[in-house]
């Protein structure tokens, strides 16, 4: 069973609010999967954009971000701040996780837990824009959101 970036029940409040879509624990779990491979991914780009400028800190504009991820980032933080997501547990959960070899500049750091958390609304909403007459998550959803999160993302 994966750890959870964020407690379970107010994930599920979140992905309520944020997507129209109920989720149970285990697929809340497989999502968690592709929270951190995309988390992954994300660093390793970042990581190339830093060596690539020269940078001795890997920054927050080294992450590629696109307009749709910043935009489901204000999503995520509005509904944190109505669900009062600790975020120091989540910082400290990707920074774990994370393969970083080049030091985080501390902009970033303090993001960390958005856009860890904004890998699953990018998910759910992935979800929703593909069925948007479901309520509940099943697997073949989630792998379908997979597949075009990997594509895009």
């Known amino acids: ?83 009062n997501v600790e975020i120091e547990p989540i910082r400290k959960f990707v920074l774990r996780e994370i393969p970083v070899e080049v030091p985080l500049e501390e902009e970033l750091v303090n993001e960390l837990p958005i856009i860890a958390g904004t890998l699953f609304v990018l998910v759910g909403r992935v979800i929703k824009a593909l069925h948007p007459e479901i309520k509940n998550v099943y697997p073949e959803h989630i792998e379908e959101a997979k597949k075009v999160v990997d594509y895009t993302l």
């Open 1 to 83: 069973m994966a750890e959870m970036i964020i407690p379970y029940p107010q994930l599920q409040k979140i992905l309520e609010k944020t997507c129209g879509l109920a989720v149970i624990k285990p697929r809340a779990e497989e999502m968690m999967g592709i929270v951190e491979k995309k988390l992954a991914d994300l660093f390793d780009v970042a990581y190339e954009n830093a060596i690539a400028e020269g940078s001795e800190t890997i920054k927050l504009r080294h992450l590629p971000l696109t307009k749709g991820f910043k935009s489901s980032m204000n999503l995520f933080r509005a509904a944190i701040e109505e669900e």
